[in-house]
């Protein structure tokens, strides 16, 4: 190679001229660019040579002035065009003849170079360049464009992102959702944090974020993280600050499907054939449905009724929803997959849609509504003497709540003989229950609502109209298990292995009530499901299943379609390996919505007690979790709330306390309390 020869090189990604100065060995030459710069290359460096003169660095700029007029895109997608259909290769040179009828230096540098930078109509094949094929221009073309387009929404998406940042209204696109979702699904592993007791830094190390969140995040300058993508998601207003990770993480589907909806609205505008034609008119009984106020889902109600005999006749009459759906449609395979209604202080996540749920589904006050009605006759000590099951027809005369009843009760109200003589009758069934070996183990429930971000707890308590009612509902539930007991029908039937509970002189020993209580609950096994009668040794009863509430919960609505198929004379809808099978998943499903409504109470819990740092609680120790690191479970009497405590001094169980909370996280599931002494107590209090 001479001296002067104008050479190109690159330099990392740039493309840079240069005068060969002299050689460096035996294969490397020294070049000198326009700056005056040396650079050592090697052969296989240079990518261009210039011909046909000689250069000093300084003529290297005037050349690539002469350069620049050449210098048009858009004039090789002619080239092509005359090219490609004999799909010839050409040199720069050839190419500068072709475009601009010129082989001058300047003209065929102008040609290596668009040659060189197209990604679009040639491909380098040696020292030429042959035409890509149509189909090959049409797909990169269209490569091209869906990369410009990712651009475009990308800018989009962070224009829309500072919008919402700066706390204005953002009517987000398609294309943000899917990012937003992506980073919702990450976020969501926070919820892990309750599960396993995990940190955010393990957690972040645990679960690496998947490429469409380290884009987005990347993109917005922000840390990867589980955490960092929920606290986006809060700044954006994507997501509120009380965001209900659990139920986002579990599988459990918070809206219908549009097809589950439309299928509804046609039920309700074209209601199916009534398959129970011999339906039983109980119309002229008065019907009582009990309630907490707020319930919308009405799924039972009580009616009482003096017999020609003299006897006296309870009955018990329960939603009937398969009045509105088959087995295997696509309502009752919505409602499998959600197993059952979830409650939480937020509200509930219904198990189908509204519309049918709280209309024709439901015991409608006033209106003619379809039941499946259990008939009971007692004797004179609470035993079941008689019974009968009936699809039938009622018409609900009161819809009342668990206060009115038991004012009801308190004042002896004369107007209404049917409520005092149902309640009469629950006493007697709950001391017959306890001859027969129940366990009653009584301990505060904390009932959690939050509305418009105000947080409420109140405790449960077991008045006489709760208990009125729990012990029709499990009247019901014997009934219909020794039905299905006696006609060999598969049923999910509920059972309970009788518990070790501690020697009574054990018992003795510890402190009466919630301590006592408490001690007897952590030996009272699992409850179970069995297609096979069962003993249920928790309520004293040798058969037992749920199908009270069938609006609310899958297993019910399970007992309902085989109960009801019998009746017609039809084979049950589900064998005992169907019902089996069906009922594994609904088990599980179940499970993870006991976990999901467990856990979002506790959040609620310890974020009501976080904003109440000032406020001293009366406490019981109830047991302990870890003696020797004097870690105890706690009971906060005025909220029926039970929470670990570690202690600074020797405690006893039953030992009342004072405390107040010193550190509550609910995101991290943190509670500490402190104890107050009693001239703290005192002080606080004045």
């Given at each position: 190679?001479?001296?002067?020869?104008?050479?190109?090189?690159?330099?990392?990604?740039?493309?840079?001229?240069?005068?060969?100065?002299?050689?460096?060995?035996?294969?490397?030459?020294?070049?000198?660019?326009?700056?005056?710069?040396?650079?050592?290359?090697?052969?296989?460096?240079?990518?261009?040579?210039?011909?046909?003169?000689?250069?000093?660095?300084?003529?290297?700029?005037?050349?690539?002035?002469?350069?620049?007029?050449?210098?048009?895109?858009?004039?090789?997608?002619?080239?092509?065009?005359?090219?490609?259909?004999?799909?010839?290769?050409?040199?720069?040179?050839?190419?500068?003849?072709?475009?601009?009828?010129?082989?001058?230096?300047?003209?065929?540098?102008?040609?290596?170079?668009?040659?060189?930078?197209?990604?679009?109509?040639?491909?380098?094949?040696?020292?030429?360049?042959?035409?890509?094929?149509?189909?090959?221009?049409?797909?990169?073309?269209?490569?091209?464009?869906?990369?410009?387009?990712?651009?475009?929404?990308?800018?989009?998406?962070?224009?829309?992102?500072?919008?919402?940042?700066?706390?204005?209204?953002?009517?987000?696109?398609?294309?943000?959702?899917?990012?937003?979702?992506?980073?919702?699904?990450?976020?969501?592993?926070?919820?892990?944090?309750?599960?396993?007791?995990?940190?955010?830094?393990?957690?972040?190390?645990?679960?690496?974020?998947?490429?469409?969140?380290?884009?987005?995040?990347?993109?917005?300058?922000?840390?990867?993280?589980?955490?960092?993508?929920?606290?986006?998601?809060?700044?954006?207003?994507?997501?509120?600050?009380?965001?209900?990770?659990?139920?986002?993480?579990?599988?459990?589907?918070?809206?219908?499907?549009?097809?589950?909806?439309?299928?509804?609205?046609?039920?309700?505008?074209?209601?199916?054939?009534?398959?129970?034609?011999?339906?039983?008119?109980?119309?002229?009984?008065?019907?009582?449905?009990?309630?907490?106020?707020?319930?919308?889902?009405?799924?039972?109600?009580?009616?009482?009724?003096?017999?020609?005999?003299?006897?006296?006749?309870?009955?018990?009459?329960?939603?009937?929803?398969?009045?509105?759906?088959?087995?295997?449609?696509?309502?009752?395979l919505e409602a499998r997959k959600r197993g059952s209604t979830v409650y939480l202080p937020t509200g509930m996540v219904p198990m189908f849609p509204e519309v049918l749920a709280t209309g024709p589904m439901s015991l409608v006050q006033g209106k003619v509504c379809c039941a499946l009605s259990f008939g009971v006759i007692l004797d004179e000590n609470g035993g079941v003497e008689d019974y009968t099951i009936h699809p039938s027809l009622i018409k609900p005369t009161y819809r009342l709540t668990y206060e009115d009843v038991d004012e009801m009760l308190e004042l002896g109200v004369e107007a209404e003989p049917e409520i005092a003589a149902i309640a009469s009758w629950a006493t007697k069934r709950k001391a017959w229950r306890y001859h027969q070996g129940a366990i009653s183990i009584s301990m505060p429930e904390a009932m959690i609502k939050v509305k418009d971000d105000d947080i409420s707890i109140d405790i449960l308590d077991d008045s006489p109209s709760r208990q009125l009612v729990a012990e029709m509902m499990i009247l019901a539930g014997e009934v219909a298990a020794r039905y299905g007991q006696k006609h060999n029908i598969p049923l999910p039937f509920r059972g309970q292995p009788q518990p070790e509970l501690p020697p009574e002189e054990e018992l003795l020993q510890l402190p009466p009530g919630f301590v006592r209580a408490c001690a007897m609950r952590r030996c009272m096994p699992k409850s179970e499901m069995s297609i096979t009668p069962v003993r249920h040794a928790g309520l004293g009863l040798d058969t037992y299943t749920q199908a009270t509430s069938p609006i609310r919960r899958y297993s019910d609505l399970l007992t309902h379609f085989q109960l009801k198929a019998h009746l017609r004379g039809e084979v049950p809808p589900f064998s005992a390996e169907q019902l089996k099978e069906v009922m594994m998943t609904v088990i599980s499903t179940t499970q993870e919505l006991t976990m999901v409504e467990r856990q979002t109470n506790k959040y609620w819990a310890l974020e009501y007690l976080r904003r109440q740092p000032e406020q001293i609680w009366q406490a019981t120790v109830l047991m302990w979790l870890r003696e020797d690191s004097n870690l105890a479970l706690i009971l906060l009497e005025d909220l029926g709330l039970q929470l670990p405590m570690i202690f600074r001094r020797s405690v006893n169980l039953g030992e009342q306390i004072s405390v107040k909370v010193s550190i509550a996280d609910p995101r991290k599931d943190v509670i500490q309390f402190q104890e107050i002494i009693y001239q703290e107590a005192q002080t606080a209090a004045n």
């Open positions: 190679m001479e001296k002067g020869t104008l050479v190109e090189f690159r330099v990392q990604s740039d493309r840079r001229l240069g005068v060969v100065d002299r050689p460096d060995g035996k294969t490397r030459w020294f070049v000198i660019d326009e700056r005056g710069q040396s650079h050592s290359l090697a052969p296989r460096q240079i990518t261009y040579t210039v011909n046909g003169q000689t250069y000093k660095p300084s003529d290297i700029p005037s050349f690539l002035e002469q350069v620049k007029p050449y210098l048009d895109p858009s004039s090789l997608e002619v080239a092509w065009e005359l090219l490609v259909e004999d799909g010839e290769a050409v040199t720069p040179t050839e190419m500068a003849n072709l475009l601009f009828s010129a082989s001058d230096p300047a003209p065929c540098y102008a040609a290596h170079c668009l040659l060189s930078d197209d990604k679009l109509y040639f491909k380098q094949k040696g020292e030429a360049y042959e035409p890509r094929t149509s189909s090959q221009v049409a797909d990169i073309k269209h490569q091209i464009q869906v990369k410009a387009l990712k651009a475009r929404e990308q800018q989009d998406f962070l224009v829309r992102v500072e919008t919402a940042l700066q706390g204005e209204a953002v009517e987000w696109q398609r294309y943000d959702r899917q990012r937003l979702e992506a980073l919702e699904k990450y976020a969501t592993l926070l919820a892990e944090i309750f599960r396993g007791g995990v940190n955010n830094e393990s957690l972040a190390r645990a679960y690496p974020p998947p490429a469409p969140v380290l884009e987005t995040m990347s993109m917005l300058g922000r840390a990867a993280t589980p955490q960092g993508a929920w606290e986006l998601l809060v700044e954006l207003g994507w997501w509120s600050l009380h965001e209900n990770l659990f139920l986002r993480r579990s599988a459990i589907p918070v809206q219908f499907a549009s097809k589950v909806l439309e299928v509804a609205e046609q039920r309700l505008q074209y209601p199916p054939i009534d398959s129970d034609t011999n339906r039983l008119d109980l119309t002229h009984l008065k019907v009582y449905t009990i309630d907490d106020e707020s319930t919308t889902e009405i799924d039972d109600g009580l009616s009482w009724e003096k017999l020609a005999d003299g006897r006296q006749q309870l009955w018990v009459h329960i939603a009937d929803p398969t009045r509105w759906l088959a087995p295997e449609d696509d309502l009752d």
